[in-house]
């Protein structure tokens, strides 16, 4: 279930690919979550109504502050990783990293994916929103995993220690 070393090293593609696919189902949806959740909540609220417009406006400001947090706490890891690593088409493992947000979760980059795809995804239709979440979460994974068992072959003893005192997400 780790992904490829392809995959690793094109990762920054395949996401872009994910967000391009997601979006592009909207050919074939043609309804859009805002309006699919807005039915789903509060089904009330008549299309073109202010109270429509308003709940729209609170779904993307929703979205928005997902967006907003998620690039913060990517900031926040990226400063403990130092960006030329995280943004290296190689693998690091040659050291373990347990400061900053890594003190609460071993991958706050890879979390901070998650929330920023659910923000995004607020402007996608249904479909769009569940692929962008369900392809964003299933990649992801297929990261880690690739990443923790490179971890657990150069760090050793200490990386399973770390994993046992700080969870995965």
Excluded at 45 to 57: E, L, P
Aim: hydrophobic share 50%; with cysteine.
């Amino acid at each position: 279930m780790r992904a490829s070393g392809f995959e690793f090293e094109k990762r920054f593609w395949i996401i872009s690919a994910i967000y391009l696919v997601g979006f592009l189902l909207s050919v074939f949806d043609h309804t859009s979550f805002i309006v699919a959740l807005r039915h789903l909540i509060a089904p009330s609220i008549t299309r073109g109504s202010w109270d429509a417009a308003a709940f729209a406006r609170i779904v993307i400001a929703t979205g928005a502050l997902f967006m907003f947090l998620s690039a913060a706490l990517r900031t926040w890891g990226t400063a403990y990783l130092r960006t030329e690593v995280v943004h290296d088409t190689a693998q690091h493992s040659e050291a373990l990293v347990a400061d900053g947000p890594f003190r609460y979760t071993r991958n706050p980059l890879y979390l901070a994916n998650l929330p920023m795809a659910a923000g995004i995804s607020v402007l996608a239709s249904r479909s769009g929103f569940v692929f962008l979440l369900l392809a964003n979460w299933i990649f992801v994974y297929r990261l880690i995993f690739r990443e923790e068992e490179s971890l657990l072959k150069t760090q050793g003893e200490s990386y399973r220690v770390y994993c046992r005192a700080v969870p995965r997400f």
